[in-house]
């Protein structure tokens, strides 16, 4: 038994000052994963999809250089780890929230894409095309400005800007539901009397 508890002493003492030799110096390669995992964060969009978690981890790693700077290193071990553990937990949360930004803009893309042609095929029926130029004007011009905003939207969904995407589609289905009511009254209507 004597034996046993020699041995962890022996073991407790060796791992005691492994402790204390690592910490007589800044924990640079912790500090260095921390960085990496910060700019890896940062490259999947955490400071847009995730700024919370992103920075409490550069917070983190600001906290461990401040702690190295004093020479109190083993805190700036514990900042260096907390930053990236929360930088890689930022990179997750932001590959995930971005994924379903671009899913949310890509359906509200569709969603007004298709209304857009129910628009413009409407707008080509010879019943419409028929009418005089006034009674339609104002459904024109706002399929024709649908148009223009769904050519910016692609670009912005191509460049992976969701939020603009999001942002430009915003009522525009709405618009382009009232420009085809608008048709379908104008053609309805009865033709004007002649005097």
Same mark, same amino acid.
């Given at each position: 038994?004597?034996?046993?508890?020699?041995?962890?002493?022996?073991?407790? !003492?060796?791992?005691?000052?492994?402790?204390?030799?690592?910490?007589?110096?800044?924990?640079?390669?912790?500090?260095?994963?921390?960085? !990496?995992?910060? +700019?890896?964060?940062?490259?999947?969009?955490?400071?847009?999809?995730?700024?919370?978690?992103?920075?409490?981890?550069?917070?983190?790693?600001?906290?461990?250089?401040?702690?190295?700077?004093?020479? =109190?290193?083993?805190?700036?071990?514990?900042?260096?780890?907390?930053?990236?553990?929360?930088?890689?937990?930022?990179?997750?949360?932001?590959?995930?929230?971005?994924?379903?930004?671009? !899913?949310?803009?890509?359906?509200?893309?569709?969603?007004? +894409?298709?209304?857009?042609?129910?628009?413009?095929?409407?707008? @080509? =029926?010879?019943?419409?095309?028929?009418?005089?130029?006034?009674?339609?004007?104002?459904?024109?011009?706002?399929?024709? =400005?649908?148009?223009?905003?769904?050519?910016?939207?692609?670009?912005?969904?191509?460049?992976? +800007?969701?939020?603009?995407?999001?942002?430009?589609?915003? !009522?525009?289905?709405?618009?382009?539901?009232?420009?085809?009511?608008?048709? =379908?009254?104008?053609?309805?209507?009865?033709?004007? @009397?002649?005097?």
């Amino acid at each position: 038994m004597q034996r046993y508890v020699r041995a962890l002493l022996h073991a407790g !003492g060796a791992s005691a000052i492994a402790l204390t030799i690592a910490c007589a110096e800044p924990p640079s390669k912790e500090m260095n994963q921390a960085q !990496g995992a910060i +700019d890896a964060a940062r490259a999947a969009g955490a400071e847009q999809y995730a700024p919370t978690e992103f920075q409490a981890a550069v917070s983190a790693l600001a906290a461990s250089e401040q702690a190295a700077s004093v020479r =109190d290193y083993r805190l700036a071990l514990n900042h260096a780890l907390d930053g990236r553990e929360r930088a890689q937990n930022a990179a997750r949360a932001a590959v995930d929230a971005r994924a379903n930004a671009r !899913g949310d803009a890509e359906r509200a893309l569709a969603a007004v +894409d298709v209304l857009h042609n129910r628009a413009r095929a409407r707008q @080509r =029926d010879p019943e419409v095309r028929a009418l005089a130029p006034p009674s339609v004007r104002e459904p024109t011009t706002t399929i024709a =400005d649908a148009e223009v905003i769904l050519q910016e939207a692609r670009s912005a969904l191509a460049a992976a +800007d969701y939020p603009l995407v999001l942002r430009l589609v915003e !009522g525009r289905a709405a618009a382009l539901e009232g420009a085809l009511r608008a048709l =379908d009254a104008a053609a309805a209507a009865p033709p004007p @009397r002649r005097s």
